[in-house]
């Protein structure tokens, strides 16, 4: 089982930058899909980024262009880099581990979640 340690979250201006991290446990984080997904005050968990076991990622077209997925698998870490944040992208990011079926990302394993607010 993967377990995870998320960090990086905060207080940040409407566009400024934050650069999250999850830190997996376990010795098989280099299979497995990753991704980042979060969950605001009133709305539903959407899926924000995830990146495949070999590096190929997808985007919420919220983000796309200002948010970038990556991974390095020699460490067992996944992170989100957020650029040009906005005052919508406040939410608590939750860090998880899936699969991809008929090219869409499934996550089964989540971590605890980091809070991320964009505020002046």
């Known amino acids: 089982q993967v377990q995870f340690v998320e960090s990086g979250g905060g207080l940040v201006q409407p566009g400024g930058s934050l650069r999250l991290s999850c830190a997996a446990s376990?010795?098989?984080?280099?299979?497995?899909?990753m991704g980042w997904s979060r969950q605001a005050p009133g709305k539903q968990r959407e899926l924000v980024a995830a990146?495949?076991?070999?590096?190929?990622?997808n985007y919420a077209d919220s983000v796309k262009g200002r948010f970038t997925i990556s991974r390095d698998n020699a460490q067992n870490t996944v992170y989100l880099q957020m650029n040009s944040l906005k005052p919508e992208d406040t939410a608590v990011y939750y860090c998880n581990a899936g699969g991809y079926y008929s090219d869409s990302y499934y996550p089964s394993v989540w971590g605890q979640g980091t809070q991320v607010t964009v505020s002046s």
């Open positions: 990146i495949t076991s070999g590096g190929s990622t």
């Open positions: 376990g010795s098989i984080f280099s299979i497995y899909a």
